[in-house]
T-cell receptor
Framework: GAVVSQHPSRVICKSGTSVKIECRSL??????MFWYRQFPKQSLMLMAT?????????EQGVEKDKFLINHASLTLSTLTVTSAHPEDSSFYIC??????????????FGPGTRLLVL | TQLLEQSPQFLSIQEGENLTVYCNSS?????LQWYRQEPGEGPVLLVT?????EVKKLKRLTFQFGDARKDSSLHITAAQPGDTGLYLC???????????FGGGTRVLVKP
């Protein structure tokens, strides 16, 4: 299957700083990538849809100025958590959409980034 | 209320037993995917189903998509401890749409 990477895998930062998370599709091009947030023992919550070359589409309740998304190329999307606070601590996961013939579309997920804000 | 309801939320069984996880909705999906996620990792795709009534097998795992494309099930035969994890179903209402995730089913297989 297709491979999606995330970097960093784990980050600890001080309150008030900004953190950038990268999501890369390694062996395919993705015009659309997605950013999710996952709290312990819960399912994934979609934050935003990242579209290559255009503005991201944010889900209701997600602050676009807080979570900056840039999708500058067909293989890279970045999520920047600005002025991070302890409540932003979470597991952030990206996915990239791929198209596979009879299977239609499939989302492949990155390994996730654990963010801890002190 | 979630668009996709998964049941049960948690399942604890002994090694060798069978289990079934259900994913139900009142909405029709153009495709539905099943993922397994282990702690601290991203979800790993198990299967994609697109045709109503479709049945797919992956070793001891059997996936079924309902005839009306509103529901799906995952059946594991002779479960092993390595099957332990969070199982997630996710559906797209139409091609190109974002995925809607179910609440997840946490499976624990005891040796």
């Amino acid at each position: 299957g297709a491979v999606v990477s995330q970097h960093p895998s784990r980050v600890i930062c001080k309150s008030g700083t900004s953190v950038k998370i990268e999501c890369r599709s390694l062996d395919f091009q993705a015009t659309t990538m997605f950013w999710y947030r996952q709290f312990p023992k819960q399912s994934l919550m979609l934050m935003a849809t990242s579209n290559e070359g255009s503005k991201a589409t944010y889900e209701q309740g997600v602050e676009k100025d807080k979570f900056l998304i840039n999708h500058a190329s067909l293989t890279l999307s970045t999520l920047t958590v600005t002025s991070a606070h302890p409540e932003d601590s979470s597991f952030y996961i990206c996915s990239a959409r791929a198209w596979g013939g009879s299977q239609g579309e499939t989302q492949y997920f990155g390994p996730g980034t654990r963010l801890l804000v002190l | 209320t979630q668009l996709l309801e998964q049941s049960p939320q948690f399942l604890s069984i002994q090694e060798g037993e069978n289990l079934t996880v259900y994913c139900n909705s009142s909405s029709v999906f153009s495709s539905l995917q099943w993922y397994r996620q282990e702690p601290g990792e991203g979800p790993v795709l198990l299967v994609t189903v697109v045709t109503g009534g479709e049945v797919k097998k992956l070793k001891r795992l059997t996936f079924q998509f309902g005839d009306a494309r509103k529901d799906s099930s995952l059946h594991i035969t002779a479960a092993q401890p390595g099957d332990t994890g969070l199982y997630l179903c996710a559906g797209a209402r139409a091609a190109g749409n974002k995925l809607t995730f179910g609440g997840g089913t946490r499976v624990l297989v005891k040796p």
